[in-house]
Each structure stands twice: as structure tokens, then as C-alpha cells.
Nanobody
Framework: QVQFVESGGGLVQPGGSLRLSCAAS????????TGWYRRAPGEKREMVAG???????TYADSVRGRFTISRDDAKNTVYLQMNSLKPEDTAVYYC?????????WGQGTQVTVAS
């Protein structure tokens, strides 16, 4: 079973940027789509971006135009470039296949947007 390890989170001011990375222990090509998810305090986990093996992308309305998902299949890694960050982007960010494989969740990486 593939495991994901997320990194790159941190504390950033509103309007700032972060780039998250997600390394998979196996091939990303096992599933057609890989995505980034997040869970804010007191909220359910939601998908914010997805990318297919053909590089087609999809975004949640709340992040479209600010976040960019990309992938490097040779490195089994998915990235999330986050620009113009807002306090409401504060959450733990995870990656997984789409639909998510329940056994593949990693620890996530904390993103905090605050001044």
C-alpha cells in the first residue's frame, strides 16, 4: 500500500506563499488522479486540488486562481504551490489518491496563515 509523506508547511503572513511537497512510497500511476486535501480545525477534510496522469487539473472554488497543483511522476511527488494565502487557508494539508485510499493517509503538513 502506497504511503504519502507531506512537507513544506509553516507559518506565513496573509498574502504570502508556500510550496508543499508530497512524496509517495510507490508509483503515482497506480491511480488516475492524485490530489491535495486539507482539514481545518473543526471541519471535515476537503479536497482542494487534483491532477490526473494526463496533467488535467481541478480546483476547489475557494483556491482556484491562487493554488497550482503539479506532479513529477519520475520522483513520485506531487506539489502544491499556494499563493495569496488567506487566514481561512489555515489547515493540515494532506495528499492522497482521488478518491482517497483510506490506508494511504500521511501525517499531513500544517499550514498556518496569520499576521
Amino acid at each position: 500500500q502506497v504511503q504519502f509523506v507531506e512537507s513544506g508547511g509553516g507559518l506565513v503572513q496573509p498574502g504570502g506563499s508556500l510550496r508543499l511537497s508530497c512524496a509517495a512510497s510507490g508509483s503515482l500511476l497506480y491511480f488516475p488522479t492524485t490530489g491535495w486535501y486539507r482539514r481545518a480545525p473543526g471541519e471535515k477534510r476537503e479536497m482542494v486540488a487534483g491532477i490526473t496522469t494526463g496533467r488535467s487539473t481541478t480546483y476547489a472554488d475557494s483556491v482556484r486562481g491562487r493554488f497550482t497543483i503539479s506532479r513529477d511522476d519520475a520522483k513520485n511527488t506531487v506539489y502544491l504551490q499556494m499563493n495569496s494565502l488567506k487566514p481561512e487557508d489555515t489547515a493540515v494539508y494532506y495528499c492522497n489518491y482521488v478518491p482517497a485510499d483510506s490506508g494511504s493517509w500521511g501525517q499531513g503538513t500544517q499550514v498556518t496563515v496569520a499576521s
